[in-house]
């Protein structure tokens, strides 16, 4: 995997109103920590940030430049983001690695093809399991895993031990969990003998006067003829 350059600058202030001050002025506050080392604070360019993700993703291994500090071989551990605007950016969590040691991270799944169950059988394509969880080194640490589900007929499944990855990649996922899989198409049955039941009752209650009406009539009749 090649490595990319961020660069961020080291944070002086700390605290929940530094924080929403450092993101009004369109920063966010992010950390660098592990290896035994010194937590060191950080601030990055929001917009910038952004751009870089939008880039690389998060999967990636940076080689973060801090501005009066030196550079750092990292990745990114954990972005918050605003429970609203998903494009908000909040915090970041950047962690020290060696390129010599093996590392755990989430691969992201992207199907590609049209399965046959879903272009000829109008099947469901269900995709219940969008990451893979690998252990290896940095610099085979893919980007993301592509599956092709073009082979995919109705009630066929794909699992995580269907993979075939590259050597020194270990998965750690069960490799019986479902990956992806076309479902037999949802059919909507029409209740046409209900709804001609409910007419029929209704003609029936038009036609046949209520017995209320009769015996207001029958008392209208009494008190006359006192």
């Known amino acids: 995997m090649q490595q990319e350059k961020l660069e961020v600058q080291k944070r002086g202030v700390f605290g929940k109103g530094p924080a929403r001050e450092l993101r009004r002025s369109g920063r966010i506050p992010a950390i660098l920590y592990g290896r035994g080392q010194d937590v060191l604070p950080l601030q990055i360019d929001q917009h910038y940030f952004r751009q870089f993700l ?3 993703g998060e999967n990636v291994l940076i080689n973060l430049e801090v501005a009066d500090h030196g550079t750092e071989v990292v990745m990114i551990k954990e972005i918050q983001r605003d429970p609203v605007v998903k494009r908000t950016l909040l915090h970041a969590d950047f962690i020290r690695i060696s390129l010599e040691e093996p590392v755990t991270a989430s691969v992201t799944i992207i199907l590609v093809g049209t399965a046959t169950g879903v272009s000829q059988d109008e099947g469901i394509l269900e995709f219940p399991h969008r ?3 690998v252990h290896c080194l940095p610099t085979l640490l893919p980007e993301s895993i592509e599956v092709d589900v073009s082979e995919l007929n109705i009630n066929d499944f794909i699992h995580v031990g269907d993979l075939s990855l590259a050597e020194g990649i270990e998965v750690l996922d069960d490799p019986h969990t479902v990956i992806t899989t076309v479902s037999p198409p949802r059919v909507v049955e029409e209740v046409t003998e209900e709804i001609e ?3 029929e009752g209704v003609e029936q209650a038009e036609e046949t006067p209520e017995e209320p009406e ?3 009539r029958r008392r209208s009749t ?4 006192e």
């Open 222 to 225: 009494e008190e006359d003829e």
């Open 197 to 199: 039941g409910e007419e």
């Open 54 to 56: 939008r880039a690389h």
């Open 214 to 216: 009769l015996i207001s």
């Open 131 to 133: 990451e893979l969880h």
